[in-house]
C-alpha cells in the first residue's frame, strides 16, 4: 500500500496560482496512475488531472491550459500546478493513486475568491 499527504492548498484571488503536492510514502516508480480530483460543497467529486508513469496526462476541459500535472519519481511526488485560478475551482482537491486499489489523500482545501 502506499500512503499519501496532499499539502500547497490555501486561500487565493482569482487570477492567481497555487501549486498543490502530493507525497507518497514509498516510491511511485511502479505506479502507473496517479493524479487529482475535487470535490466543491453539494457537488460530486471530479476527475482535474491524471498522470501515467510514462508521463503521459489527462485533464478536465475545464482547466484545460490552466493546470499542469507532473510527477517526479525521485521524490515520490505528484505536482498540480494551477494558474489563472477563477472561483469555481474553489474544493477539496484529493491526490490518489491507483495501485491496484484506488489509494485517497485526506486532501487540502482550495479556495478562489472573487
Known amino acids: 500500500q502506499v500512503q499519501l499527504v496532499e499539502s500547497g492548498g490555501g486561500l487565493v484571488q482569482a487570477g492567481g496560482s497555487l501549486r498543490l503536492s502530493c507525497a507518497a510514502s514509498?516510491?511511485?516508480?511502479?505506479?502507473?496512475?496517479m493524479g487529482w480530483y475535487r470535490q466543491a460543497p453539494g457537488k460530486q467529486r471530479e476527475l482535474v488531472a491524471s498522470?501515467?508513469?510514462?508521463?503521459?496526462?489527462n485533464y478536465a476541459d475545464s482547466v484545460k491550459g490552466r493546470f499542469t500535472i507532473s510527477r517526479d519519481n525521485a521524490k515520490n511526488t505528484v505536482y498540480l500546478q494551477m494558474n489563472s485560478l477563477k472561483p469555481e475551482d474553489t474544493a477539496v482537491y484529493y491526490c490518489?493513486?491507483?495501485?491496484?486499489?484506488?489509494?485517497w489523500g485526506r486532501g487540502t482545501q482550495v479556495t478562489v475568491s472573487s
Open positions: 490518489y493513486a491507483d495501485v491496484g486499489v484506488v489509494v
Open positions: 514509498r516510491s511511485i516508480f511502479t505506479i502507473n496512475a
Open positions: 498522470i501515467t508513469s510514462g508521463g503521459r496526462s
